[in-house]
């Protein structure tokens, strides 16, 4: 058990570009979550994956961003024309399936939009 | 709508003095109630979950209490290393309609030696 991987740690970019996150879970694991946290917040559910299904997003969630989680293993989470407000810690956590399965996360991808 | 409030923001203890955290919950249909660590730049770890009224789970200094309305992070002796942002999280959802957890904005607490 290696642990959630996110991949990279910290990111910069300039308004209006596109940034893409990856994260690779835990292997067991066939639930897969996207969280958001600001600074003296707690995560915020973004959206989750079972195997390769989306099966739930927030309606927070902007149509500038996508998730996908192609063959039910590695996820991705793109951010279209990114804004100064999408600066932000992305999260990504796994689970196995199961009503009291506890999300296990990673360190996650630190965004700044200059 | 499920939601989750955390007490105090911020806490300081001196090294040995024991308190407690406080988070209340409003969910429609428990599912599991989580507590968390998170240190500086890293994601949450986890330490407990607690699914019904009257549980009690318990890890080193660390004891997680759970009521109908809310649930008590006990830390009893605290050492420096305990310092760290306490998050507390649900999962409801009636018939498991969601699997997402629902989090506090958390507890920093910082002890001093």
């Known amino acids: 058990d290696t642990g959630v991987s996110q991949n990279p740690r910290h990111k910069i970019t300039k308004r209006g570009q596109n940034v893409t996150f990856r994260c690779d879970p835990i292997?067991?694991?066939?639930?897969l979550y996207w969280y958001r946290q600001t600074l003296g917040q707690g995560p915020e559910f973004l959206t989750y994956?079972?195997?390769?299904?989306?099966?739930?997003k927030s309606r927070l969630l902007s149509d500038r961003f996508s998730a996908e989680r192609p063959k039910g293993s590695f996820s991705t989470l793109e951010i279209q024309r990114t804004e100064q407000g999408d600066s932000a810690m992305y999260l990504c956590?796994?689970?196995?399936?199961?009503?009291?399965?506890?999300?296990?996360f990673g360190n996650g991808t630190r965004l700044t939009v200059t | 709508e499920d939601q989750v409030t955390q007490s105090p923001e911020a806490l300081r203890l001196q090294e040995g003095e024991s308190s407690s955290l406080n988070c209340s919950y409003t969910?429609?249909?428990?599912?599991?109630l989580f507590w968390y660590r998170q240190d500086p730049g890293k994601g949450p770890e986890f330490l407990f979950t607690?699914?019904?009224a009257g549980e009690e789970k318990e890890k080193e200094r660390l004891k997680a209490t759970l009521t109908k309305k809310e649930s008590f992070l006990h830390i009893t002796a605290p050492k420096p290393e305990d310092s760290a942002t306490y998050l507390c999280?649900?999962?409801?959802?009636?018939?498991?309609?969601?699997?997402?957890?629902?989090f506090g904005t958390g507890t920093l607490l910082a002890v001093q030696p």
């Open positions: 994956f079972q195997n390769e299904a989306q099966l739930e």
């Open positions: 956590a796994s689970s196995l399936q199961g009503t009291g399965s506890p999300l296990h």
């Open positions: 999280a649900v999962r409801g959802g009636l018939g498991g309609a969601t699997n997402k957890l629902i």
């Open positions: 969910v429609s249909g428990l599912r599991g």
């Open positions: 607690l699914y019904s």
């Open positions: 292997s067991e694991h066939n639930r």
